[in-house]
């Protein structure tokens, strides 16, 4: 511990003496958005549609969320009270082997049971539920929401709300997927996600090579992602709140801030998925549960006006008024891109960490994973946008409001002459209601942010074995590139960030539809195998 510790140091620094320099936070910013924009253009190549350029990567998630609600009979619907009961717990006993007849035992193990044991995995479904909803509850509910309403108004929420519903079909399906091809180490760590049932089904199907080949691209696209959305734009965020809280102007406050939060961050990732499963499930629920109340705490102050927020959100989702937002196809594709940044359905990187639960029924775990984008995106991203649309108002509804909706075109709102970004007018949001709430908001930030981070290096870092090995040397280079670009992210711009951290996002996407939907099948096949358990326990 002490010697990763002391590399971590040895790696920072260098670049303190490097911090002392004029304008330093200004020139990372300079040299990462070449590279920003390179893989932005790149991931959100566009086709034409009633004269709207359309990314066809938002096509190709959105379609498919709807494509597995449908074929599966609205799981998100008919099978949410299953998943809560197999959070609490109410059919653990099914994890459990029966004594069977030995006459029919292999190799010392029950006929039926060999490939599915459930002494195979470290974490619980609740804990690998927190390990993964730390994952995607984070800035893209606090900074994401606001960045929504800011470019696409108010309509923006309904459309995330609607790709968050679909998006609980495709977690349930990616989920159950990484359960079921899941490779478990000598040592009994399990390693899951896409890269494994991409390269372990395809091969079943007779395209191993192929397989291979499309899970490598998804582990270099997930490594993007735990260094963009999963790692930078989090420090981003927290930089924006914790400098304005502490009213720094200095150029290179975003890097020290940046290396303070490396050091904390590297000091939480070194213990592994069981030591992250540990905190998580106490952080996580904490912190969620805590902004919550402080957003129904605002939201009671302003019953009155819910009714005319909601009634705004669906007037706006079909007619949206917001500058430069381009109609609805605007205003749906503003909502959809923050919605899936946010609960990552689609993306396959929550699979990795549901992988690791203990569990010989795969889809258990997918109806659990249907849970996310429900916590995240109707629950939470909702909550928000009341919030800061009721603020909007400025105490009534009937018009006037204190910021203009499209702001500058890029995140940005001028409020009282002052601009303001992402988590910044959440925070503004909330201290008009709350006192003191800028210093609240700035600690849920930082704890979202945290958390995420720790979660992702996790998924970065699985990512990371699987074209690397799975040696002590490789995982320690991963964790200090994973630390670097929490400095880089602290210390450049939001549109740089947020640019690169959607293209890495959702350039997973690609790879990852590619084992879904040859892969689908499967999932049916162990929701019937596992419903069929629940009926005949509990007949």
């Not at 499963?277 to 957003?295: D, G, N, Q, R």
């Amino acid at each position: 511990m002490k010697k990763k510790l002391l590399v971590l140091l040895l790696m920072v620094v260098p670049m303190l003496t490097f911090a002392q320099e004029k304008g330093l936070d200004q020139k990372i910013d300079a040299a990462f958005k070449p590279v920003s924009d390179f893989f932005s253009n790149l991931i959100f190549f566009t086709i034409p549609i009633a004269g709207i350029d359309v990314p066809f990567v938002l096509l190709l998630l959105v379609g498919s969320a709807l494509f597995f609600t449908i074929y599966f009979k609205f799981p998100n619907i008919f099978h949410f009270k299953t998943a809560i009961n197999v959070v609490r717990g109410k059919y653990d006993e099914l994890d459990q082997h029966e004594a069977g007849d030995p006459a029919l035992a292999i190799g010392g193990d029950i006929k039926g049971t060999i490939k599915d044991e459930s002494t195979e995995g470290e974490v619980t479904h609740f804990q690998a539920l927190a390990t993964a909803v730390s994952g995607t509850v984070g800035n893209g509910n606090i900074a994401g929401v606001a960045l929504a309403i800011a470019l696409g108004g108010p309509g923006a929420t309904f459309w995330m709300v609607v790709c968050g519903f679909l998006g609980m079909s495709t977690k349930f399906v990616e989920c159950t997927l990484g359960v079921q091809y899941r490779d478990v180490g000598e040592d009994g760590t399990v390693y899951g996600g896409p890269m494994y049932y991409i390269s372990k089904g395809l091969k079943e199907r007779g395209f191993k090579t192929f397989g291979k080949i499309v899970a490598i691209i998804f582990a270099i696209f997930c490594i993007g992602g735990s260094f963009g959305g999963g790692n930078a734009a989090q420090s981003n965020q927290a930089t924006v709140v914790l400098k304005e809280l502490m009213g720094l102007e200095s150029s290179g406050a975003g890097f020290w801030i940046g290396v303070v939060m490396a050091v904390v961050v590297g000091v939480i990732i070194i213990g592994g998925i069981k030591r992250i499963a540990s905190v998580t499930e106490k952080v996580v629920p904490f912190m969620a549960v805590l902004y919550l109340l402080a957003c129904l705490y605002i939201l009671g102050a302003n019953f009155s006006l819910i009714d005319d927020a909601f009634s705004l959100i669906f007037r706006e989702a079909f007619n949206p008024t917001a500058i430069g937002v381009g109609g609805v196809i605007g205003v749906l594709l503003v909502g959809f891109k923050r919605a899936a940044f946010s609960n990552e359905a689609g993306a396959g990187s929550a699979s990795i960490a549901h992988s690791a639960v203990k569990t010989k029924y795969s889809a258990s775990e997918g109806l659990v994973a249907l849970l996310e984008p429900f916590i995240d995106t109707v629950v939470i991203c909702t909550m928000t946008a009341l919030v800061i649309i009721i603020f909007n108002f400025g105490g009534d509804a009937s018009g006037a409001t204190i910021f203009q909706y499209g702001g500058d075109g890029a995140g940005a709102v001028l409020i009282d002459g002052v601009s303001y970004e992402g988590a910044g007018i959440t925070s503004k949001a909330f201290a008009e209601y709350i006192p003191y709430s800028n210093v609240f908001l700035t600690v849920a930030v930082v704890l979202f942010a945290v958390s995420t981070m720790i979660s992702w290096s996790y998924y970065g870092l699985q990512s990371w074995k699987f074209l690397f090995g799975r040696g002590k040397a490789a995982d320690m280079a991963y964790k200090l590139l994973f630390l670097l670009f929490v400095i880089i992210g602290a210390s450049a711009s939001m549109n740089s960030i947020w640019a690169f951290s959607d293209a890495m996002i959702f350039a997973m996407v690609f790879p990852n539809m590619v084992g879904l939907y040859f892969l689908f099948p499967v999932v049916k096949k162990q929701l019937k195998r596992y419903t069929d358990a629940i009926k005949e326990s509990h007949a």
